[in-house]
């Protein structure tokens, strides 16, 4: 008898291990996660926090620090079980020259994940921001992954007076973490690390860096809610359901905008659909193709 | 000259040449081609305001002329329908459709803004003074025309007023190319067709109203980019709004987030341009950041009726 437990016993420890491990390796990380951003302000540029990585997101409110799956910008910690890739446009508030565009691939290896995003957001001839970014993410523990990313910015201007500079390149890296349950995610990313002041004409506009926090609720099969927070920002949320097989509906709400979107699912792919209404400004739209 | 009860004309028009500011429905010629094809007439726009007639003509020349003929009474007794003896402007035109007697006329060689004449007689016609320009560099190129209603009308506004026009490219010679309307029988420079506009039609002896829903935002103008650095170069932005009824405006603008982050307002007391300058600062005064930024103009009528439109600009400092 003494012996059966004993038996029992040994083959807990190491489980037990692992998950005291885990819990271990999450608080230190929240907690170098809490006092760094004490040190973070907001970012820089005013444009690039619409830079669309997917149109799926936009629909359930733009929260996606905690999502496990979707293409993102938001954090580089994302895992992927299959090969993605998803390709779109995005018009915003009904204005004819500016739009922009997005192509993002995720690639799972045998203990990475690697996601290649190009955004870019296009304003008439005269102005063009674009970002080249590369991640990967990392299991650390059964239920923790950690991400870095490499963000190489341009921003390309029509040369409207003297000084200004026609192209600028600057670029920073994000870190990562991702907590995995059964019934719930959270996220913490900490974005533009490493960033230098950038100059495009005559004043040098400090691109501070950001933590953002996000939690992902799966009560029930085919159906998540999320929260995203940013320090010094309203609060992102949404919700989105799996209606029927094929088809996944999403609502959302972020500052003065409500959201909608669906996924549709299509031999072979996906087609996306994002609305964002704006109270005064009126609708943004997304859409994109994915392959699944 | 016709008086307005309500006080407030209907659609001024800023004769600057540039026809991006007229309605869809103020074309009233709708000829193949478009602006931009060379030596085409796309299409001719009327409309009026309480003082004015507004005429403008869409296309483009390059070593041609252009002409247009209006019959400010159509259908009654003034004017002339052979132009093959006038002293000025003489492309050898006679006028044969049902009613049309041009007693005006413009024209314009090779682009330039032109003049407006009264026909006086079949052999003569008189430089009137009517603001005229022409643009061939704009978004939808051509000339505008403004002429009073009291130089047309000078006894007054008969009720059911009707208007008819004609215009026809010419060559040193005689009218040829192209016309709007086209002619249905005949060759240039004979002209056997005209288009009737009624601007009375409820008879009441003024020229009739838009109707509401002919509330628009005609036109904003306003640079793309602009640098509130303190260096005293594109340091402001300008925002010029045309609106087609008196309104009170509220202009805004918003990060690309959807954030406002800055406001103005103003009222037209009747129809015309607004001007409202942004220095690129926030409601706390402080320098906003690099970036795209919309501006969102929202104008409201009498009626209580409301009209938005957003654009975008960039900041770089």
């Known amino acids: ?292 | 000259m016709p008086q307005d009860a309500a006080g407030g004309p209907y659609h001024r028009i800023n004769i600057d040449g540039n026809l991006d500011e007229w309605a869809a429905g103020e074309k009233i010629v709708n000829d193949s081609g478009d602006g931009e094809v060379m030596n085409k007439i796309d299409g001719l726009y009327v409309t009026w305001d309480a003082d004015n007639l507004y005429m403008g003509i869409n296309y483009k020349v390059d070593g041609y002329g252009i002409l247009l003929y209006l019959d400010s009474d159509y259908g009654g007794l003034s004017g002339q329908s052979d132009l093959t003896q006038i002293d000025t402007w003489n492309k050898g035109a006679k006028f044969s459709a049902d009613g049309f007697k041009p007693d005006f006329m413009y024209g314009s060689w090779d682009g330039d803004d032109g003049n407006f004449y009264e026909i006086r007689s079949s052999v003569t016609a008189s430089w009137i003074s009517a603001p005229c320009a022409t643009d061939f560099s704009s978004d939808v190129p051509g000339t505008e025309i403004a002429v009073r209603w009291d130089t047309l009308l000078p006894s007054g506004f008969p009720p059911g007023t009707r208007i008819a026009v004609f215009a026809a490219l010419c060559d040193g010679l005689s009218l040829a190319i192209d016309a709007a309307p086209n002619n249905i029988l005949v060759s240039l420079p004979d002209v056997d067709t005209c288009t009737i506009v009624d601007c009375d039609s409820d008879n009441d002896g003024r020229p009739d109203r838009l109707s509401s829903s002919d509330f628009t935002i005609s036109s904003i103008r306003m640079p793309k980019l602009f640098s509130p650095n303190s260096d005293g170069l594109n340091d402001s932005l300008a925002i010029t709004v045309a609106i087609s009824q008196s309104a009170d405006v509220q202009i805004k603008a918003y990060s690309i987030e959807g954030k406002k982050v800055w406001q103005a307002t103003g009222r037209l007391s009747e129809a015309g341009e607004l001007t409202v300058t942004w220095a690129g600062r926030d409601f706390s005064g402080d320098f906003l950041k690099n970036g795209i930024y919309i501006v969102n103009i929202r104008a409201a009528n009498a009626s209580g009726e409301e009209v938005y439109e957003n654009k975008a600009v960039a900041i770089i400092k």
């Open chain 1, 1 to 292: 008898m003494k012996d059966k437990k004993q038996k029992i016993k040994a083959k807990q420890c190491p489980k037990k291990l692992e998950m005291r491990y885990s819990v271990f390796s999450a608080v230190c990380a929240l907690f170098l996660i809490f006092n760094l951003s004490f040190l973070i302000s907001a970012k820089a540029f005013a444009a690039f926090e619409m830079h669309p990585a997917s149109a799926r997101l936009p629909g359930r409110g733009g929260w996606s620090i905690a999502d496990d799956s979707l293409s993102s910008l938001d954090n580089s910690a994302l895992s992927f079980d299959q090969f993605n890739w998803e390709a779109g446009r995005v018009n915003f508030y009904g204005i004819s020259e500016l739009n922009g565009g997005f192509l993002s691939l995720q690639i799972p290896s045998e203990n990475n994940s690697i996601n290649f995003i190009y955004s870019t957001l296009k304003f008439s001839s005269v102005y063009r921001e674009s970002i080249y970014s590369f991640a990967l993410a990392r299991p650390m523990t059964k239920n923790l992954n950690a991400g870095l990313r490499l963000n190489a910015y341009q921003i390309d201007i029509t040369d409207f007076e003297d000084g200004i500079e026609p192209r600028t390149l600057y670029s920073d890296y994000d870190f990562a973490l991702l907590f995995k349950d059964k019934y719930f995610n959270f996220g913490v990313s900490l974005q533009s690390l490493s960033s230098k002041s950038v100059r495009l004409k005559r004043v040098e506009e400090s691109a501070d860096a950001a933590i953002s926090y996000g939690v992902m609720f799966k009560p029930v099969k085919g159906a998540v809610f999320g929260l995203d927070y940013e320090s010094g920002r309203p609060i992102n949320g949404g919700l989105e359901v799996e209606v029927a097989d094929a088809l996944k509906c999403a609502i959302g709400l972020r500052q003065n905008i409500f959201t909608l979107g669906f996924s549709l699912r299509l031999p072979r792919c996906r087609l996306n659909f994002s609305a964002l209404l704006h109270n005064d400004l009126g609708e943004t739209y997304f859409i994109s193709v994915s392959g699944i």
